[in-house]
């Protein structure tokens, strides 16, 4: 079993700039892809940004240029440094943690954008 704890929400305000953190930890794993889902009161849950283990990235396009994901994978870490934040970037953010046979879900991190 694989546990992903996320840290690094809070409160904001727009312009500002945060970075979320998400360290796996758990039984033997091997990853092959790590990050980053939002989900806002009353909507889907979203893809924010993925980089795999290759270091290849995929990013939202609401988010490009202003939100950067990095992997540290000695770590077993995904961070995300979000710049410009604006107030429709508020949601709870979850990691996400892909082997190559299973996937994992952090619990969330609150990000609130607002003035």
């Known amino acids: 079993q694989v546990q992903l704890v996320e840290s690094g929400g809070g409160l904001v305000q727009p312009g500002g700039s945060l970075t979320l953190s998400c360290e796996a930890s758990?039984?033997?794993?091997?990853?092959?892809?790590m990050g980053w889902y939002r989900q806002a009161p009353g909507k889907r849950r979203e893809l924010v940004a993925v980089?795999?283990?290759?270091?290849?990235?995929n990013y939202a396009d609401s988010v490009k240029g202003r939100f950067t994901i990095s992997i540290d994978i000695s770590k077993n870490t995904v961070s995300l440094q979000m710049n410009s934040l604006k107030p429709e970037d508020t949601a709870v953010y979850y990691c996400?943690?892909?082997?190559?046979?299973?996937?994992?879900w952090g619990l969330g991190t609150q990000v609130t954008v607002s003035s």
């Open positions: 996400s943690l892909r082997t190559v046979v299973d996937g994992y």
């Open positions: 758990g039984s033997r794993f091997s990853i092959y892809a």
């Open positions: 980089i795999n283990s290759g270091g290849t990235t």
